[in-house]
């Protein structure tokens, strides 16, 4: 567990039990929860990402080209490809 006098809650937080209590009550994650938190936000992250590309796909293969045409601009703006966008997608 982190020292509970932690150079950011220096001030906040008086004694040991009063750091167990805020981290059960969610108001400070130690080291365990900080990661696992992280790897759900990347999860998520990966999620949305994945989901747009697959959006993407969906469009482009529709068979209007003015769609497909309308996609590869987005991209290039954005500095993106079709490379990238098969490369999540796989």
């Known amino acids: 567990m982190r020292n509970f006098t932690s150079h950011r809650l220096r001030g906040r937080v008086d004694s040991r039990a009063e750091w167990e209590e805020m981290v059960r009550r969610g108001e400070i994650l130690d080291d365990s929860m900080e990661d696992e938190f992280y790897l759900r936000r990347l999860d998520a992250g990966l999620f949305v990402l994945q989901l747009l590309c697959y959006i993407m796909v969906e469009i482009s293969s529709s068979g209007v080209s003015q769609l497909q045409q309308r996609v590869h601009q987005i991209l290039n703006i954005r500095g993106g490809s079709v490379?990238?966008?098969?490369?999540i997608m796989r």
């Open 83 to 87: 490379k990238v966008v098969r490369h």
